[in-house]
């Protein structure tokens, strides 16, 4: 760091402002992911990413399937060459366990859901919340799928629904977000809520938005600039501070790290509960509704 950088550095909080064990908080989150299962047997827990082409939304994937795995994953290859494609065919990921054809209970799907001619439309992923859309269905940034159509599912099962919903936002990016764009996500965040799927929020690339944060992870809640992008996501969208969480993918490395793992099984871990919860709702309310 230039002689320059030092004199108009950041304070450093004394105490960082939200507390984690970067060892033994990553083992047990590791455990807990892999330990995870449905109180329902069968039943599959849906994570459905959504935001901006070039949020990490793909390389978030990859990183989960790579601090599960040990090693550096690439399965939802993450672009890094055109801004202009994105991700428009629908489709799940499903994440390996070591024993081959074995899979954990919680998959992935991927949207990049904003704007006209830009992007999934708002109404697409609506239907794709609610578990209408099949599996590989490609996505017209012009017209809504149609309900004749051989990729829509007419009557969704528990598994095909989104269990929790979550917004992938790269930190550096955060400052030119439009309010065409913030109308478009409270758009999809209030068809979530009136689903009551439960919402959380991924700041991501904290590593390129702070240059004390490239150069040690474990300062992520030590400078106030990560805490400052947070709660403006949360003042224009409306999560919680407690939803949002700061990850770094792995995007450049080729072994995985345990301050990087720690910060997204964080992550993932709290993605997971809301999620689980959110199902155990369901059924309670489906089983109380048969005896109504
Ligand atoms: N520095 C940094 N780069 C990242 C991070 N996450 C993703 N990237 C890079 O950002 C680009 C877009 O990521 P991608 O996962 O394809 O975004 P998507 O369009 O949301 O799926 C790729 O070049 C990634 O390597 C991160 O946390 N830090
Ligand atoms: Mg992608």
Not at 273 to 290: A, E, P, V
């Amino acid at each position: 760091m230039g002689a320059e950088n030092s004199k108009s550095q950041p304070p450093i909080l004394s105490q960082p402002w939200r507390e984690i064990n970067w060892h033994r908080d990553k083992q047990t989150d590791l455990q807990f992911v892999k330990n995870y299962k449905p109180q329902v047997k069968g039943q599959q827990l849906r994570i459905l990413l959504h935001g901006p082409v070039g949020a990490g939304k793909s390389s978030f994937i990859n990183s989960v399937q790579s601090v599960l795995q040990g090693r550096m994953y690439i399965q939802a290859l993450a672009d890094n060459i055109s801004h202009d494609s994105f991700t428009k065919k629908y489709t799940t990921y499903k994440i390996q366990k070591e024993s081959p054809n074995t899979f954990y209970p919680f998959v992935f799907n991927n949207i990049m859901g904003l704007g006209p001619n830009k992007g999934v439309l708002v109404d697409d992923v609506k239907l794709a919340l609610k578990g209408h859309i099949k599996d590989g269905y490609l996505f017209n940034p012009v017209s809504q799928i149609s309900e004749d159509h051989a990729f829509y599912k007419t009557f969704p099962e528990l598994n095909d629904k989104v269990h929790v919903l979550v917004l992938v936002i790269c930190a550096d990016t955060l400052p030119l977000l439009t309010d065409k764009f913030v109308k478009e996500l409270l758009e999809i965040r209030k068809a979530a809520s009136d689903l009551g799927i439960p919402q959380v929020a991924l700041l991501t690339k904290i590593d390129q938005a702070c240059p004390e944060v490239k150069e040690d992870l474990k300062n992520v809640y030590k400078y106030e600039y990560i805490k400052k992008q947070m709660e403006k996501l949360s003042a224009e969208v409306g999560i919680p501070m407690n939803c949002i969480f700061p990850v770094k993918n792995y995007h450049e490395e080729i072994h995985v790290d345990n301050d990087t793992d720690a910060l997204l099984l964080s992550s993932l871990r709290s993605i997971i509960t809301c999620g689980d919860d959110y199902i155990n709702f369901t059924k309670q309310q489906t089983s109380s509704d048969r005896y109504a």
